[in-house]
Nanobody, 128 residues
Framework: QVQLVESGGGLVQAGGSLRLSCEAS????????MGWFRQAPGKEREFVAATSWNSGTTYTAYTADSVKGRFTVSRDNAKNTEYLQMNSLKPEDTAVYYCAAALASVSDFRTGYGIDYWGKGTLVTVSS
C-alpha cells in the first residue's frame, strides 16, 4: 500500500522555522516529482514547492514565488523522504500542508491535477 505521511507541523511564532517531512512507502519514488501544496481556510489549494527528477540521483528544486527565499525543498532518496524547510514564517503561511507525488513534469505537477498520491496533511499555524 502506497502511503505519504507528513510530519513536523505545529504552532510557531512569526519569524520562526519549521521543517516538514514526508515519508513515502509502498513503492520507489525515484522518478516521481514530489512536493508540497497548502490550503488555508477559505482559500484554494496552492503549489508550494517540489523536487523533479533529472537523472540518476539528481533533482531540481522548484519553489513558488510566494515562498521563494524562505522555503527550501529537498529530497533524501535513501530515506524515501521529502522535506520542506520553512524559515521566516508569516501568519499568511498558516495552512494545512500536503505532500504529493506524481509521475509527471513539474509544470503539470504544480497545477495539482493528475497527482498520483496525496498525504493526509499536517497543520502549520503561525501566530503574529
Amino acid at each position: 500500500q502506497v502511503q505519504l505521511v507528513e510530519s513536523g507541523g505545529g504552532l510557531v511564532q512569526a519569524g520562526g522555522s519549521l521543517r516538514l517531512s514526508c515519508e513515502a512507502s509502498g513503492r520507489t519514488f525515484t522518478r516521481y516529482t514530489m512536493g508540497w501544496f497548502r490550503q488555508a481556510p477559505g482559500k484554494e489549494r496552492e503549489f508550494v514547492a517540489a523536487t523533479s527528477w533529472n537523472s540518476g540521483t539528481t533533482y531540481t528544486a522548484y519553489t513558488a514565488d510566494s515562498v521563494k527565499g524562505r522555503f527550501t525543498v529537498s529530497r533524501d532518496n535513501a530515506k524515501n523522504t521529502e522535506y520542506l524547510q520553512m524559515n521566516s514564517l508569516k501568519p499568511e503561511d498558516t495552512a494545512v500542508y500536503y505532500c504529493a507525488a506524481a509521475l509527471a513534469s513539474v509544470s503539470d505537477f504544480r497545477t495539482g491535477y493528475g497527482i498520483d498520491y496525496w498525504g493526509k496533511g499536517t497543520l502549520v499555524t503561525v501566530s503574529s
